[in-house]
């Protein structure tokens, strides 16, 4: 699962919760937590939301529970049912997404935001100024630029199986710290769509910090960056990135690069930080990719302590095909970054002679 947001530590659950309100049509859904290879599987045996929730609190907190309205379809009679639950609770967990046929072979959407009145429903219940964490089901990313902006908190939990209403529990209450990240990238639209982190750079790049460049490769109405960037993801603490250093900074055939940086646990809790390695190569035979990633590392960090990582990578990790389709790499320049997602900006530049 993918903590995308997290505002005003609305996660985990607070010790002076006393009522928890799960709302939404995914919220009590044993047939949906399977996703789109449940054609064999047994849902009737899945561990809901709900479920896992109650389990979790036992006697200590007051569970409410309202469908508010179903994935699909135009209805909103349930809506004042979910309202008046919502007033009741101290916190609201809001269950949204696709059903498990949505995704899959043959389930293509060409309107890949929330479906039916779902993200109505969301707008009423934020609106009250709960503190609310939306838990969401689906095996695509979706366009929820909307929900970004309103929900102070957003769990990414895609169809955990049999089990899932028990691991979202874990997660929701801090037993287990999330640290999965977004293997897909969100787009803020589907005009955007398709949009990679590794994509091919334009002739014409737009410079955000000069918008009166008019010429340039850009949306009128949409920054060009994605929603949520692959390899994204929140945890319940924080984490600080030294500089990177290298054993050298000009390679010759053989070499082996080695790079380097130490990770700090900042904040309270003790986390996995799943570090990343991505390399640019500036000119090559044929167009390369603004980034790539070469290497990753996922790792334990307790509070307030540091760790250090140290990726190595033969340089033949830099080889693609070239126009006459010799597996090989380029000698020039190359940009090295690592850091937490593909977002990443800083970089040490090394050439390879």
Same mark, same amino acid.
């Given at each position: $699962?993918?903590?995308?947001?997290?505002?005003?530590?609305?996660?985990?659950?607070?010790?002076?919760?006393?009522?928890?309100?799960?709302?939404?049509?995914?919220?009590?859904?044993?047939?949906?937590?399977?996703?789109?290879?449940?054609?064999?599987?047994?849902?009737?045996?899945?561990?809901? @939301?709900?479920?896992?929730?109650?389990?979790?609190?036992?006697?200590?907190?007051?569970?409410?529970?309202?469908?508010?309205?179903?994935?699909?379809?135009?209805?909103?009679?349930?809506?004042?049912?979910?309202?008046?639950?919502?007033?009741?609770?101290?916190?609201?967990?809001?269950?949204?997404?696709?059903?498990?046929? $949505?995704?899959?072979?043959?389930?293509?959407?060409?309107?890949?935001?929330?479906?039916?009145?779902?993200?109505?429903?969301?707008?009423?219940?934020?609106?009250?100024?709960?503190?609310?964490?939306?838990?969401?089901?689906?095996?695509?990313?979706?366009?929820?630029?909307?929900?970004?902006?309103?929900?102070?908190?957003?769990?990414?939990?895609?169809?955990?199986?049999?089990?899932?209403?028990?691991? @979202?529990?874990?997660?929701?209450?801090?037993?287990?710290?999330?640290?999965?990240?977004?293997?897909?990238?969100?787009?803020?639209?589907?005009?955007?769509?398709?949009?990679?982190?590794?994509?091919?750079?334009?002739?014409?790049?737009?410079?955000?910090?000069?918008?009166?460049?008019?010429?340039?490769?850009?949306?009128?109405?949409?920054?060009?960056?994605?929603?949520?960037?692959?390899?994204?993801?929140?945890?319940?603490?924080?984490?600080?990135?030294?500089?990177?250093?290298?054993?050298?900074?000009?390679?010759?055939?053989?070499?082996?690069?080695?790079?380097? @940086?130490?990770?700090?646990?900042?904040?309270?809790?003790?986390?996995?930080?799943?570090?990343?390695?991505?390399?640019?190569?500036?000119?090559?035979?044929?167009?390369?990719?603004?980034?790539?990633?070469?290497?990753?590392?996922?790792?334990?960090?307790?509070?307030?302590?540091?760790?250090?990582?140290?990726?190595?990578?033969?340089?033949?990790?830099?080889?693609?095909?070239?126009?006459? $389709?010799?597996?090989?790499?380029?000698?020039?320049?190359?940009?090295?970054?690592?850091?937490?997602?593909?977002?990443?900006?800083?970089?040490?530049?090394?050439?390879?002679?």
């Amino acid at each position: $699962m993918v903590l995308l947001k997290n505002e005003d530590n609305t996660l985990p659950v607070s010790e002076k919760t006393r009522t928890i309100a799960v709302i939404g049509p995914l919220g009590d859904s044993k047939e949906n937590m399977l996703g789109g290879w449940g054609a064999a599987g047994q849902w009737d045996s899945c561990v809901t @939301v709900l479920a896992g929730i109650k389990a979790k609190c036992g006697d200590n907190i007051k569970v409410l529970y309202e469908k508010g309205c179903e994935i699909t379809g135009s209805s909103t009679e349930g809506f004042a049912g979910a309202i008046a639950a919502a007033r009741k609770a101290d916190l609201v967990i809001l269950a949204l997404g696709e059903s498990q046929n $949505m995704s899959g072979e043959a389930a293509c959407r060409t309107d890949i935001s929330l479906p039916g009145v779902q993200m109505d429903l969301a707008r009423r219940i934020i609106a009250l100024n709960k503190p609310a964490a939306v838990v969401l089901f689906n095996g695509r990313p979706l366009t929820i630029g909307e929900l970004d902006e309103i929900a102070p908190a957003i769990l990414e939990a895609w169809y955990g199986g049999t089990q899932a209403g028990n691991a @979202v529990a874990d997660i929701l209450f801090g037993d287990v710290n999330p640290s999965g990240r977004l293997t897909m990238t969100f787009p803020r639209s589907v005009g955007q769509i398709p949009i990679f982190y590794n994509g091919k750079n334009t002739g014409r790049p737009f410079d955000p910090s000069l918008p009166e460049d008019y010429f340039k490769s850009r949306y009128h109405d949409s920054p060009n960056t994605p929603l949520y960037p692959f390899g994204f993801g929140l945890s319940y603490t924080t984490f600080s990135y030294s500089p990177v250093s290298l054993n050298k900074t000009a390679f010759d055939r053989g070499d082996e690069i080695e790079a380097s @940086v130490e990770i700090t646990n900042t904040g309270k809790y003790d986390g996995d930080e799943t570090v990343q390695l991505y390399v640019r190569d500036r000119v090559g035979n044929v167009t390369r990719p603004v980034k790539e990633l070469k290497a990753f590392r996922k790792i334990n960090v307790k509070k307030g302590e540091t760790a250090k990582i140290v990726f190595k990578l033969p340089l033949t990790d830099l080889s693609y095909y070239h126009e006459d $389709m010799s597996y090989d790499y380029d000698s020039g320049e190359f940009e090295l970054f690592i850091g937490p997602g593909s977002d990443v900006k800083e970089f040490v530049l090394f050439t390879v002679r």
